[in-house]
């Protein structure tokens, strides 16, 4: 066994570890689906963390130490966050956030059934006097890293600008194949750039109710059990009594989707899955997701997939 930290508090006792050697463990999360973390130790109190989770279950975040600073960007999926204050609010495909131990969500989900990204850690009082010199000569003040995002009010979210974008690309492009002395150099330049941020490119992050996202989450339930039908959003909303404009504000803020665009999507994508099954007939797939007649089906079949129902099952 290598001495590369597994600190079972940050996992939860479900979690159990996969691999580990002197500077990388690998970790199984323990939820529903998968869960696997891959966790690099970089410097002393310096970690980074790839996360590849394909699972609707809501997981608690675990204790943390109190000057943490965590730096999370999401390759694909959407990652939703729960604060101790009851609100809700998403890091979206494409996006990243910076986040101090006091604002580090309480529980974490993936409302897309998926999510895979990476987080850099920075346990500021793990750092050791070492890291903290070889910082100060680039320089990077680590001490001082996050103080102009407000990160002692808030969670900080942005769209990612193009030199962190590539950095990240280079990061995932790595995960596999690099050694432990690639993920330092480009950490340092993260770190970096990061340092140069200001206040001013954070985008204005919506939070939202929590019992707005638990009802806005049951309608969605509602819609795809109930495919076959034509079914009124106004009408559900109505019932769930929210209003109909908030309903889909915070749809779109859940799924990254209008709620329409997101059944489409999520019909076609069942469809596709049983064509290629090849179990039923076309036909009777199309009654299945509510269309009345299978060329309106093919239609919004082909907008979707870019060729028609019988074409893709045949490919398959």
Same mark, same amino acid.
């Given at each position: ?36 973390? !891959?966790? %690099?130790?970089?410097?002393?109190? =310096?970690?980074?963390?790839? *996360? ?6 809501? $997981?608690? /975040? ?51 059934? !998926?999510? %895979?990204?990476?987080?850099?850690? =920075?346990?500021?009082?793990? *750092? ?6 070889? $910082?100060? /000569? ?53 770190? %970096? ?124």
């Amino acid at each position: 066994m290598g001495n590369a930290s597994f600190n079972q508090d940050w996992y939860g006792m479900q979690a159990k570890v996969l691999a580990q050697s002197d500077d990388r463990v690998v970790v199984d999360y323990g939820c529903k689906g998968r869960g696997i973390v !891959k966790n %690099y130790n970089l410097f002393e109190g =310096i970690q980074l963390c790839f *996360l590849d989770f394909e699972s609707d279950e809501s $997981m608690e /975040t675990q204790k943390f130490n109190p000057d943490i600073i965590q730096i999370t960007h999401c390759q694909t999926g959407r990652y939703e966050c729960e604060f101790a204050n009851h609100t809700v609010s998403y890091l979206p495909e494409g996006y990243f956030s910076v986040a101090a131990t006091e604002h580090l969500p309480v529980s974490f989900s993936f409302p897309l059934g !998926k999510y %895979y990204g990476v987080s850099l850690v =920075i346990d500021r009082q793990a *750092l050791s006097d070492g890291t903290r010199r070889m $910082m100060q /000569t680039i320089p990077i003040d680590l001490d001082k890293i996050g103080t102009t995002l407000g990160l002692e009010t808030r969670w900080y979210v942005s769209d990612t600008p193009a030199q962190l974008k590539h950095l990240f690309s280079e990061l995932y492009s790595a995960a596999e194949t690099e050694p432990i002395g690639y993920f330092k150099i480009k950490a340092i330049e993260l770190l %970096y750039h990061m340092d140069q941020l200001t206040q001013i490119n954070g985008c204005d992050l919506k939070y939202f109710d929590k019992k707005q996202i638990q009802t806005t989450k049951a309608i969605r339930e509602y819609l795809i059990s109930h495919l076959d039908e034509k079914v009124s959003l106004e009408q559900l909303a109505k019932e769930a009594h929210l209003n109909l404009s908030v309903f889909h504000l915070v749809f779109s803020h859940i799924y990254g989707d209008t709620p329409y665009a997101y059944l489409k999507k999520y019909k076609m994508n069942l469809a596709a899955q049983w064509l290629s099954e090849d179990k039923m007939k076309i036909g009777d797939i199309a009654l299945e997701l509510g269309y009345s007649n299978a060329s309106k089906f093919a239609k919004a079949f082909q907008s979707v997939y870019g060729m028609l129902p019988k074409d893709y099952r045949k490919n398959k």
